[in-house]
Nanobody, 125 residues
Framework: QVHLVESGGGLVQAGGSLRLSCAASGRTFGSGRMGWFRQAPGKEREFVAAIRWSGGSTNVANSVKGRFTVSRDNAKNTVYLEMNSLKPDDTAVYYC??????????????????WGQGTQVTVSS
């Protein structure tokens, strides 16, 4: 059973930075894709970034491009989301997720098979 645990969320002022981590366990993560999504109160869950375990190719949403970076450490089975120049609009619960099949749409939450519990990120103005 895949188990994902996010950490690193918190309260930060606008313009600040945070690094989220997602520790994965329960299988060998040599393939598939990890995604980061976020959900603000009253809004739908939205795609933030994704990275393939093999090769490390990444995709980042336009809304965070140039500010957020996704990376992974295969040896630690951990994926990171480095968030810089944070804005109040970035306030949300951030989730990591695992997709077994890299041919699915990386930006759709329905493509992902396993989810973490989420970590709160709050950006104050």
């Amino acid at each position: 059973q895949v188990h994902l645990v996010e950490s690193g969320g918190g309260l930060v002022q606008a313009g600040g930075s945070l690094r989220l981590s997602c520790a994965a366990s329960g299988r060998t993560f040599g393939s598939g894709r990890m995604g980061w999504f976020r959900q603000a109160p009253g809004k739908e869950r939205e795609f933030v970034a994704a990275i393939r375990w093999s090769g490390g190719s990444t995709n980042v949403a336009n809304s965070v491009k140039g500010r957020f970076t996704v990376s992974r450490d295969n040896a630690k089975n951990t994926v990171y989301l480095e968030m810089n120049s944070l804005k109040p609009d970035d306030t949300a619960v951030y989730y990591c997720a695992f997709c077994n099949n890299i041919y699915r749409d990386y930006s759709s939450s329905r493509s992902y098979d396993h989810w973490g519990q989420g970590t709160q990120v709050t950006v104050s103005s």
